[in-house]
């Protein structure tokens, strides 16, 4: 388990998963409802692939309702935890060698921009995740929970098991990496005034 | 690219996050109904089935009785733990003597 969690949203997660464990389906319903969309994300972006996606969180939940009667509490915040182990199952599957394939991203949520907006938007999505793939493992995660999912570094600490400086060596090194990937695609992606 | 054309991207990414497909969200919640302990497995319900249910605790409780009687009032065969406890000796000895009754109605017959 990780560092106390004082923040009243780790709380709720914590009282829900209580709950849970006590025989209430509903908060079942409530926790899965919070917890399932930032896992999938996460996943999605660093696996590129919605079906893996799919079965790392679906895995990942199991655990996390297997493990909610011995659940204490004040001892560890229910988000780092279930991140800890979406991280880990991600790295699991990286490592036997799945692939990514950005035709099976998922399809993100229509913000209703313009259609000339949209298709900015998309393509900057398919760049961006195309150039995480060409990223380490550990520095993709640690990009992704930083940059995107924006998380602090103690709590990435966490759930890489690594040290904070580590996270910020981590995370400075898969920006460097992605500036390179995307070096050619500047004026594609709209990007010929940025320096 | 510079940093500002990468939060770009990254805000782009934030700005449209994939979304949980439906049928991942009921399969999440129906392993969290099928791994969930029931209410009946918690708190005195958990001791009772524990004790096998309604039909444990009914042997459980008629055992207990007999236990009772048994020391309270026990069969001449055995001893009177209940008398040698609190020094009183309780146990009749009927001797078949003391009265014309017995168990078979001789006496009715030849009277």
Known sequence: MHEPDPTPAGNDDAALLARYAQGDPAAARLLAARLTPRIYAHACRVLGDSAEAEDVVQEAMVRLWRIAPDWRIGEAKV???????VANLCTDRLRKGASVGLDDVAEPADGAPSAAEGMQQRARQDALSRALATLPERQRQAVVLRH???????????????????????????????????????????????? | MDDRALEALFEAERAAPPVVPEALMQRVFADALTVQPSADSRGWRGWLRLLGGAPGLGGLVAAGCVGVWLGLAPPTALPDLAGLVLGV????????????LTGFGWDLEES
């Open chain 1, 148 to 195: 995107i999912e924006g998380l602090a570094n103690p709590e990435i600490a966490a759930i890489l098991d690594v040290g904070v400086e580590a996270v910020e060596s981590l995370t400075a090194r898969g920006k460097r990496g992605l500036a390179r990937a995307l070096a050619g695609e500047r004026e594609a992606l709209g990007f010929e005034d940025y320096g």
């Open chain 2, 89 to 100: 000796e309780s146990t009749e000895v009927y001797d078949g003597q003391t009265d014309g």
């Open chain 1, 79 to 85: 988000s780092t935890w279930l991140y800890r182990v």
